[in-house]
């Protein structure tokens, strides 16, 4: 039987080294050769190599070539839904069929291939990143027998996972990896779709304005051809941030507009606390701190989502914030930690040092440089740079306002030293 690949990747999972396995059921050169295909054991070996692991054997498809179109047919569907959607229940859905319905194939392809949607809906599920960042490495030493696609859907993976991670700058390192490859395969007009999307996502993330734009519009192209109209919805937001982050004030305002109008014309009220809250963010950086507020709260009470409100809350905490209104600063920061608190999930440690930060600002003793020092070392370790920027230069404030200036000074050169780096210069000549 052609079940090589099986074992590896249980092995692998299991982190069991090829000795451990072997023992007392063959020599590990010889298991070398099964797990490379190189060879079919007999069934006995096979039954004790999976008793071993602990895998079904009643789940292994033996060379039933209808059964792999079947299902390679009906997992490419899936994969399509999923995409094409982007609703986190819906894939939530999916991801527990597909895991219900887990045949093992003899098929390495169509089994790698199995392994890398699965992953890809654990991400979009937000699941345990751990969990995720173990799978990826798992997969990185199957990653030698990938054939062009799989190669492709395991570089889109990491990308994902490191931006959901907030490691910017290694997404941005994946992504482009994908467009090398992206020539070599005959990606289908949803999938190309999908990928400028999300190239879009993070280079707006990374403030590649220009670049941004062409990948945003051919992604919008095809979401309207295909009346797919959330994803219609999503590119305008996009569309909108990129307009914000050029100070093209008024042309992301008419995003966000067309954005809200597709809420009401196509029964997408769920989506109004994500353009509530960009417009919001668009009113912060005009300097209308009543109207950002405004905008928050509606946020906040369209937002339905397990995380709902966790970004508009920080935000109405940097708005009051601005109006040093000490009093609502900690109601508003209480009211996110507590949502932390019920979510108990690391994807959201970010908020915890945001949240932290701005109630100690606005505390009776004023900034707490353990708390800050704390936040600055997690964000550095995300590389997240802005807010080692924006938390260095609070440090250093903080410091020249209880006289201790040599402190200061190396606070304030690090925000510099992280601006650079955020920015991209290398010399203060560049600047």
């Given at each position: 039987?052609?079940v090589?690949?099986?074992?590896?990747?249980?092995?692998?999972?299991?982190?069991?080294?090829?000795?451990?396995?072997?023992?007392?059921?063959?020599?590990?050169?010889?298991?070398?050769?099964?797990?490379?295909?190189?060879?079919?054991p007999?069934?006995?070996i096979?039954?004790?190599?999976?008793?071993?692991?602990?895998?079904?054997?009643?789940?292994?498809?033996?060379?039933?070539?209808?059964?792999?179109?079947?299902?390679e047919?009906?997992?490419?569907?899936?994969?399509?839904?999923?995409i094409?959607?982007?609703?986190?229940?819906?894939?939530?859905?999916?991801?527990?069929?597909?895991e219900?319905?887990?045949?093992?194939?003899?098929?390495?392809?169509?089994?790698?291939?199995?392994?890398l949607?699965?992953?890809?809906?654990?991400?979009?599920?937000?699941?345990?990143?751990?969990?995720?960042?173990?799978?990826?490495?798992?997969?990185?030493?199957l990653?030698?027998?990938?054939?062009?696609?799989?190669?492709?859907?395991?570089k889109?993976?990491?990308?994902?996972?490191?931006?959901?991670?907030?490691?910017?700058?290694k997404?941005?390192e994946?992504?482009?990896?994908?467009?090398?490859l992206?020539?070599?395969?005959?990606?289908e007009?949803?999938?190309?779709?999908?990928?400028?999307?999300?190239i879009?996502?993070?280079?707006?993330?990374?403030?590649?304005?220009?670049?941004?734009?062409?990948?945003?519009?051919?992604?919008?192209g095809?979401?309207r051809?295909?009346?797919?109209?959330?994803?219609?919805?999503d590119?305008?937001?996009l569309?909108?941030?990129?307009?914000?982050?050029s100070?093209?004030?008024?042309?992301?305002?008419?995003?966000?507009?067309?954005?809200?109008?597709?809420?009401?014309?196509?029964?997408?009220?769920?989506k109004?606390?994500?353009?509530?809250h960009?417009?919001?963010?668009?009113?912060?950086?005009?300097?209308?701190?009543?109207?950002a507020?405004?905008?928050?709260?509606?946020?906040?009470?369209?937002?339905?989502?397990?995380d709902?409100?966790?970004?508009?809350?920080?935000?109405?905490?940097?708005e009051y914030?601005?109006?040093?209104?000490?009093?609502?600063?900690?109601?508003?920061?209480?009211?996110?930690?507590?949502?932390?608190?019920q979510?108990?999930?690391?994807?959201?440690?970010?908020?915890?040092?945001h949240f932290?930060?701005?109630?100690?600002?606005?505390?009776?003793?004023?900034l707490?440089?353990?708390?800050?020092?704390?936040?600055?070392?997690?964000?550095?370790?995300?590389?997240?740079?802005?807010?080692v920027?924006?938390?260095?230069?609070?440090?250093?404030?903080?410091?020249?306002?209880n006289?201790?200036?040599?402190?200061?000074s190396i606070?304030?050169?690090?925000?510099?030293?992280?601006d650079y780096?955020?920015?991209?210069i290398?010399t203060w000549?560049?600047?």
């Open positions: 039987m052609k090589g690949h099986l074992i590896k990747t249980e092995r692998i999972r299991q982190e069991m080294k090829q000795l451990v396995l072997a023992k007392g059921i063959c020599t590990p050169s010889y298991l070398s050769k099964i797990e490379r295909n190189l060879i079919f007999s069934e006995d096979v039954t004790l190599l999976f008793n071993r692991l602990g895998i079904d054997p009643s789940k292994l498809q033996k060379n039933n070539q209808q059964t792999e179109i079947d299902f047919k009906m997992l490419e569907a899936t994969y399509k839904e999923v094409t959607n982007q609703n986190v229940n819906f894939t939530k859905q999916k991801l527990g069929y597909l219900q319905h887990s045949p093992l194939f003899e098929n390495r392809t169509l089994y790698y291939t199995y392994l949607i699965v992953l890809r809906f654990r991400i979009i599920s937000g699941g345990k990143m751990d969990e995720i960042k173990k799978e990826i490495k798992d997969l990185e030493e990653s030698k027998d990938f054939n062009p696609r799989q190669t492709y859907l395991y889109v993976n990491k990308a994902f996972y490191y931006y959901s991670t907030e490691k910017r700058n997404s941005i994946y992504l482009e990896d994908v467009l090398l992206v020539d070599d395969i005959a990606l007009a949803w999938e190309k779709a999908e990928l400028n999307y999300m879009g996502v993070v280079y707006t993330a990374d403030s590649r304005i220009f670049t941004t734009i062409d990948y945003i519009r051919s992604a919008l095809y979401y051809e295909n009346f797919l109209m959330k994803r219609v919805l590119c305008y937001i569309i909108g941030i990129t307009r914000k982050k100070e093209q004030f008024q042309d992301a305002f008419e995003s966000y507009l067309k954005a809200m109008q597709i809420c009401d014309e196509f029964n997408l009220p769920h109004k606390g994500i353009v509530y960009n417009l919001g963010s668009l009113s912060s950086i005009m300097g209308n701190s009543e109207e507020i405004r905008y928050y709260k509606e946020s906040i009470e369209f937002e339905k989502d397990e709902s409100g966790l970004i508009s809350i920080f935000c109405l905490v940097i914030s601005k109006m040093n209104n000490q009093r609502l600063v900690n109601d508003w920061c209480d009211k996110g930690i507590s949502l932390l608190l979510l108990k999930d690391n994807n959201f440690t970010s908020y915890y040092h932290n930060i701005f109630k100690s600002l606005h505390s009776e003793q004023g707490s440089e353990r708390i800050t020092k704390e936040a600055i070392e997690y964000f550095k370790e995300k590389q997240n740079y802005q807010y920027r924006k938390y260095s230069i609070a440090l250093a404030e903080w410091y020249y306002n006289r201790k200036y040599k402190l200061s606070c304030y050169q690090e925000a510099i030293r992280y780096i955020y920015r991209k290398k000549e560049d600047l």
